[in-house]
């Protein structure tokens, strides 16, 4: 009998996913290429490895994996972004038939996406971009999935998607069709964006305890515990109150750990497709830079040594924290919808941006309960800034913010993104903004032209500044 759906690249995520669809009853065949030395019967060993996958299918050899799918077939990449994936599709699409679908279920940029899938509807295959959120993990357990691609693609595997989904507190599965093209994947590009923002944010506050106030780590891991029983409950808050606490016989873990992050790509994509669509995502760029300035590590220590950086200790309530910590993550939310938002109108995806909310709840790194209050907010057509609820909490929220600020400037230890949450929010308070200095500017050195106050037609004017 033909499986039901293939799988290729079987690293650790595809491995993950592949058990989760096997322990949900669907067959599966699975393929890995074969490099002499280093990828030998990667399938097979996967297959005896793991009990869900006994009954799983192992290739090495692509047109004999393609052979044992059900028409029409449903194949899911799990590869590396970029050329292994236009690699792997030339190789499959003279194996397939008409009807046929491929899912790209890796971080593929959502350009190439759109590129991919128009380039194969003309040759009567289906193609589909697949988010994946959650890690090994969710992968295995359940995930955040964002589909996107034709309808018709979605309806061929959306039992299968809904089935090997995580469950949202009233049971549905954070699967759904996101959109046409690349849809899912600037979504899931996007749910990346806020989740550098989310890590920084915690990096953040972790460094103002320990460094500005000086807190040892069992008591940060307690504030941040106590956060997470609280309307701030995340999975980032919980996986670092649990780091803050893993010791061994040598200490605290994460003392052994160089402070230079790293990152794969989708922070910067975010982050362009943001200058290209004219949005300010300020709290994704905050976490972006700062993560390329701790890779300085050894001008970073040269500086500290020269200007002789010494950390003061300040007094901040657990109150001034707490409520930072709320408003700069509604901040840094609304940015994220406000990008998915502007996108969809200029690709046409009609995104529908309760249901990514709905996607995130769970299954991925950035799941919170912030998201299931923000839900009902965007069903009613708002971004939450707009929202009443929200002024009031950010309204509560912002004497604690200035006072936390004020606190930092005589020390050393920097909050890059917190800072960026509040001078965005101050910008787009401002009903008349400093924007007409820089227009007058603009046409003052190169005859730019601006618009004039009151002219409803757009029109643009210049003045003759040296007359």
């Known amino acids: 009998m033909k499986s039901e759906i293939g799988l290729i690249g079987l690293g650790v995520m595809g491995t993950s996913l592949a058990r989760n669809i096997a322990r949900n009853n669907y067959s599966i065949s699975l393929y890995n290429r074969y490099l002499k030395g280093s990828e030998e019967g990667v399938a097979q060993k996967k297959i005896d490895q793991y009990d869900e996958l006994s009954s799983a299918k192992g290739f090495e050899e692509l047109s004999a994996f393609v052979d044992s799918i059900q028409q029409p077939r449903k194949i899911v990449l799990m590869l590396t972004a970029g050329d292994a994936v236009d690699q792997l599709i030339s190789q499959l699409e003279p194996l397939l038939d008409s009807g046929d679908l491929i899912i790209d279920a890796g971080n593929s940029h959502y350009s190439d996406t759109e590129r991919r899938n128009e380039l194969l509807a003309h040759k009567n295959l289906l193609y589909m971009g697949l988010g994946v959120s ?3 993990e969710g992968a295995l357990n359940g995930p955040s999935l964002m589909p996107g691609g034709s309808p018709k693609a979605y309806e061929l595997v959306k039992d299968l998607l809904d089935s090997i989904a995580a469950k949202t507190s009233d049971q549905q599965p954070t ?16 749910h990346n964006g806020i989740e550098y923002a989310e890590m920084q944010l915690i990096a953040e506050f972790f460094q103002i305890m320990h460094q500005a106030m000086g807190m040892d780590y069992d008591q940060i891991a307690t504030v941040f515990e106590q956060w997470n029983q609280s309307d701030q409950k995340s999975y980032l808050l919980e996986i670092s109150a649990a ?25 910067s994509w975010s982050l362009i497709a943001a200058a290209e669509l004219g949005q300010a995502a300020t709290m994704i760029s905050s976490a972006l830079f700062s993560r390329y300035t701790s ?16 950390n003061q200790l300040i007094e901040l309530s657990i109150e ?9 993550r509604i901040i840094n939310h609304h940015q994220g919808f406000s990008l998915i938002h502007v996108a969809s109108k200029k690709n046409n995806w009609d995104i529908d941006l309760a249901v990514v909310c709905g996607l995130w709840t769970e299954g991925c790194i950035i799941k919170s309960d912030l998201l299931y209050q923000l839900q009902p907010i965007l069903k009613s057509h708002q971004l939450p800034l707009s929202d009443v609820s929200i002024v009031e909490l950010i309204q509560m929220d912002r004497p604690h913010v200035e006072k936390l600020l004020s606190s930092l400037i005589p020390t050393n230890v920097p909050s890059l993104c917190i800072s960026n949450s509040f001078e965005f929010f101050k910008q787009m308070l401002q009903e008349q903004s400093s924007a007409h ?11 730019h032209g601006f618009e004039l106050k009151g002219d409803l037609t757009g029109d643009s004017h210049h003045y003759n500044w040296n007359n």
């Open 320 to 328: 001034d924290l707490r409520a930072t910590y709320r408003f700069a």
């Open 175 to 190: 699967s759904a069709y996101v959109g046409n093209g690349g849809a899912g994947h600037f979504v899931k590009m996007v």
């Open 134 to 136: 959650g890690g090994e």
């Open 437 to 447: 200095m820089i227009q007058a500017q603009r046409d003052y050195f190169g005859a």
């Open 243 to 267: 780091i803050l606490r893993t010791k061994d016989d040598q200490g605290s873990i994460i003392d052994r750990i160089l402070d230079k992050g790293a990152h794969k790509g989708t922070g």
């Open 295 to 310: 890779s300085k590590k050894r001008y970073r220590t040269k500086l500290s040594e020269l200007y002789n950086s010494k």
